[in-house]
């Protein structure tokens, strides 16, 4: 187990950057990939961890959580796709360095891996240099750039990325690495050489680049690819003026931020290496509508459309390929490979080599004629063995053909590899016959794995499942083997099949029998404790989601006879995987307490405090709202309280469950995961009544009681402290009386602790706020009276702060309760301040404080003063004196002076305004203010004045309150000539300041006139003011309370309407899309002008950004309801009519964009406050469907609803569409219809259940 030498303290005042890098770091210690995740938020626990939050893709996240047995937090993940999760954390880091590399270099090569060992990055270097020398490419410079921190790396080496001589036209960029795989390091950079051999290679490569805006070339991995691509770059570069990007090992999150800074106006060439489909999607989502060619390299797609039409290489290349890698083997070997490998160099290579390495060993190939048979022992030699299961020798075997009748193909563990020729029945008895199979065992194998879905028919091939196939698997093993086998199974299993066994094994419900053989008594290999604490510990945590109470069983059995110590020191570093486990049987009301009782064993024998212990997942069970199970409050405290007879061995953790039962601050949260188990969510358990919640505070009270009562003075003070929690709710309601003998008793024992419970008590009684003054008088009777006393102890509560904590059905008299509190502090700071002396002497205290109710205090002493200008003085050298801007007690004790002596104060104001050291000061303009009790006409022009001469700062004025008050004492013409000063001197960073005084000015009931909309339109007609207004959302706010009071025309609407569109668009704040007040503002253009506005909406729809689209798509949909909305029946309308036309003006490659983009307003527009029949649009889809993937498009919209009803019914409506699908004339959209009404059946009777179970 990793161990951190990390103090606790230290954690806890780390601030948010801090936090931020130190969770990186443990990350990285503990083998995750930091650049593979954005770290959302993170906090300090109590108890000294870290609770982090991330963003991450899909295929790292392991359910909802990352099960590290070594990090000292918690880390909850939120799965999203990997082009999704690309543009989400894209940071502006990456943005701002790769506009710096396009604008420098015509040339740009970016190679994204994942990281490598310190001692393989120079060498990684020296071959990437070396490479591009062997091309030619001798003004190429390779750079290393980690992306775990690349805003560092970026100050750090500045001399490296911006000072590169500018006649270099070639960079490579290095954002981490993997460890190289021996045979690609040694044949791509050592053995491989690009000669005179290959031109005829490179050549077609360059043609299909030059001549097809999208095409996909396969089968170059292997053969040095890097090399081959770069060199086609190199010739392309000498004969075509478009600039070229070439991105080997495509990795979105780096990608992203190169593709949004390009000029879409000019021509590129985009050359993508290994992406997935949802990188792909993402790519021509960014590209589209510019003048880009795309090109994709090895992209893996069942997909037969156009765009992978060149998948194949011509034989005459594959021939070359092979002599390059065997230029030994005779010539009929060499032309038996190239037609095997039917024009996929990477098969004709691994054949050639396995030809090569055999014959380098001695071993004999016969020379007379090659067989195929020999070729099939080649391709699988190093997968098969003597102690390989015939099971698994005989799926490989499979692997090799397809079902019955041997269609051409080869399918190994759900990836297809077409084309591998095998057009003869006659070869399946060939392939049986070389591996020495029972022919009629084979087939058994197939009937038995096609029954049980381990292998499946797709199309011409069959693949291999690998998630019920390892449940096989390991029921076989245990039949056969001893149960370490398990163990040694779990380990063995390839990374990539046990990554996707454990995502999605729990999904399986159809495996029970199989986990209960596996897992269910004694003699299941999880009932031995020592293989729990083991790797494969992993994956007894995922069948216990399939059967917990059979986990619950086999733990228990696993445990059995241990003691207290053999828990603490015979379960290491698995440990935590085990809490895990049960956090999740805890879940489950029937299995509460077993769960519990040992996750309590497992509590005591922690050496550490963390958030996601055991003693942490036992803690989180015991609050009032979402504790994470669904065990009743009674059965809840029923357990706990079985544990007092064990209270002097575990009492720190009984101590830290019961401070969490009581609290009651409202502000309750759990780490979500443990509801989900499998296909299975369950519910959190919610109290029915508020009596129940006060009887389970009464009960953890009475146990409080119990432990009081034998307790010494250590515990006691425990005691004390959890009682003294601000939100206890013993010291509330009925519950009052009961309790508060037990804390007099213990305030009178630990009187130093009164101001603490003071200050974190709250009492919503008559009897309480009585008991709070007694409490207050015990400690004055004995501490001196201080000044700091004073302040602290004698503060007057807020009606809310009273009235907060009021939930009882007797409801008190709030102002009664505020005035006993108001009449003793007044009464004290009255007798206290009415001495001189300690008048001045206060002086510096109180300007020091910046706690709100020092204006109380200020109040009274400006009462008290006699000596008015004596007192003025004093203060005002204090204030210079002290460098302080906390002008409270200054500006309250001056108005009360002004209301004596108004000329006198005028003329101190004289003197500071004319004062720059004064003028400064931040709080300068909230002074002039309060003193005047609002600004005057002759303070407006000082301030006015000020401007002008630049005197005044935009800060001040925000901080003066001058947006709020302008209102109250200046015509609406003062206004306006104010506010256009304002702008032309600080511009755009003065436009939140100008559009909040505007609102406040609306809000008071004055009409705005033409010259306000004159201001408004100007600030919006601009993009940087718009972006500048909507990264402060209250500043958007204003804006959308002025906006829909303003009648703007058609050619206003437009304009303003393009900036919004042009500001969503931009990188410098993304935000902007799914702004609820941007939306407001541009629903109500829509509703004011829709004809005008909707086709202008539609036409940038296929010409814009897919950026703007996906979010404003939101806007345009989000809501469309209340009196900032248009309506649905409007937008449908216009839509309905539009749509068809749009479509046919668009090219293809957006007009799949535009269908998901209309299906997702439809989505969000389904359960408005106005229905929408949306039957014609989506129909209309449906006919012009080409794709099966456009037909995807609307049932996954269809499952992305917000319904206000019964989610069956939502369901149900689109049932009768699907229907009359059956006898459609076009046969992808009859099969599918056939598969949506499959799904919606399903939806609808899951759905039903749930609704029944909560009694809707």
Known sequence: MSCYEIDIDTIKNLNDVELTRLTKQLLFAEGFKPWDFEVCSNENVRDGGIDAILHGKIKTVLDKFIPSTQTIFQLKATSMSPAKCAEEIASPAHTALCKKLLADYDFVIISTKDHIPSQLKEARIKAMQDELDNIG???????????????????????????????????????????????????????????????????????????????????????????????????????????????PKCELIFLIPFLRTL???????????????????????????????????????????????????????????????????????????????????????????????????????????????????????????????????????????????????????????????????NEIDKIIEVFELDKNKVFE??????????????????????????????REWNDKTHPDMVNRYYKELPFALQERFMKKIKFLDNVREFVKYFIGDKTSPFSNAELLNSPSNELFGQLAEIAPDLAMNSLEYAFEGWTDDDMKDKISEHRRRIVWTLEKIMFHRDLYER????????????????????????????????????????????????????FKQGKNIILKMIDKGLDNSGHYSCMAGAESQGARTLTYYKPKTWSEVGTYFDALGNILLEINNTADDELKKDLLKIIGNKTNPLLMNGLFEKYEPLVSSLLEKFPDYIPTFIANSRFNTDKGFEKLIEYRDRLLAKADRDLES??????????????????????????????????????????????????????????????????????????????????VNRLMALHMAMDNDNYSLLAVAMHEIWKRDPSYIDGILTRILGDERWIAKNGIIRLIWVVHGGFLDPDVDSILDLIAQKKISLLQLQIGGLSINLRKSVDLERVISFLWGVYYTFGTDSCRFIVETLDYYQHSGNVLSEDCKKVVFDILAKTENILFIFKDPMSGHHVSNIIHKIDWNPEEALTIFDAFKTAAASDTYRGLQYNNDASKIIKNLIKKHPTVMLPHVLNAMAKEDSIWLSGWMGLLGDGFNGKYGASPYVFSMHLDQQIPEYLQSVDKNMQKNIRNCIMEIVSLLNNSCEQVDWSPIIKYFIDTAETKDELNIISSRINNYTWWGNTSDYYRQYVPLFQNLHEHPNPLVRMWAKDSLDWLNECIKQEVAKEEELGY
């Open 445 to 474: 194998v197939y009937n038995e794995f096609s029954e049980r879905k381990i292998i499946q028919q797709k199309g011409f091939s069959i693949s291999v499942q690998p998630f019920p196939l390892a449940i096989y698997l390991a």
């Open 137 to 247: 490419a001798t003004n190429t410079t390779p750079v290393f750039l980690d992306a775990e921190d690349m805003q560092n790396w970026v100050n750090l080496h500045q001399d490296i990325i911006f000072d590169l001589k500018p006649d270099l036209r070639e960079m490579w960029i290095k954002v981490g690495a993997e460890s190289l795989d021996e045979w690609n390091a040694r044949d791509a950079i050592n053995q491989f050489q690009l000669d005179d051999r290959l031109n005829s290679f490179v050549e077609e490569i360059k043609a299909r680049i030059l001549q097809n805006p999208v095409s996909n070339i396969s089968g170059l991995a292997g053969i040095g690819k890097t090399r081959t691509v770069l060199e086609a770059c190199n010739r392309m570069s000498k004969e075509d003026k478009r600039r070229i990007i070439y991105v």
């Open 790 to 871: 004073l302040f602290e102890l004698y503060i007057v509560p807020s009606e809310w702060d009273v009235a907060y904590f009021m939930e009882t059905e007797d409801k008190l008299d709030f102002k009664h309760a505020h005035s006993l509190m108001k009449q003793k502090s007044e009464e004290i700071a009255d007798a206290y301040l009415a001495n001189p002396e300690h008048l001045y002497d206060s002086l510096p205290f109180f300007i020091s404080k910046n706690a709100g109710n020092i204006n109380d205090f200020a109040s009274r002493i400006g009462s008290c003063i006699t000596d008015y200008k004596e007192f």
């Open 595 to 646: 769960a519990a009782a040992l996750l309590f064993r497992l509590a005591k024998g922690e050496n550490e405090s963390i958030g996601n212990n055991a003693t942490g997942v036992l803690v989180q069970t015991m609050q009032v709202f979402l504790a994470p199970t669904e065990a009743s409050l009674e059965q809840r405290i029923n357990w706990l309280r079985s544990l007092i007879p064990e």
């Open 263 to 425: 000029d879409q106006n000019k021509p590129f060439i985009l050359i993508i290496d290994e992406c997935d489909k949802d990188e792909l999607q993402a790519i021509k989502r960014i590209i589209s509508g510019g003048q880009i060619t795309l090109v994709t390299i090895d992209y893996d797609s069942y997909d037969d459309s156009e765009e992978l039409k060149f998948n194949k290489l011509s034989n005459e290349v594959v021939a070359a390929i092979v002599k390059q890698i065997a230029p030994d083997l005779e010539e009929h070997m060499r032309a038996a490979v190239v037609k095997v490998a039917d024009g996929f160099p990477r098969f004709a290579i691994h054949i050639a080599r396995e030809i090569k390495e055999a014959m380098s060993r001695g071993e004999t190939v016969k020379l007379g004629r090659f067989k195929d048979t020999d070729i099939y022992k080649l391709l699988l030699r190093d997968r098969t063995g003597e102690c390989e299961p015939d099971t698994i020798k005989i799926l490989r075997v499979l692997s090799l053909f397809t079902k019955i009748g041997c269609m051409p193909g080869m399918v190994s563990a759900g990836r297809r590899y077409s084309g591998m020729g095998l057009a003869d029945p």
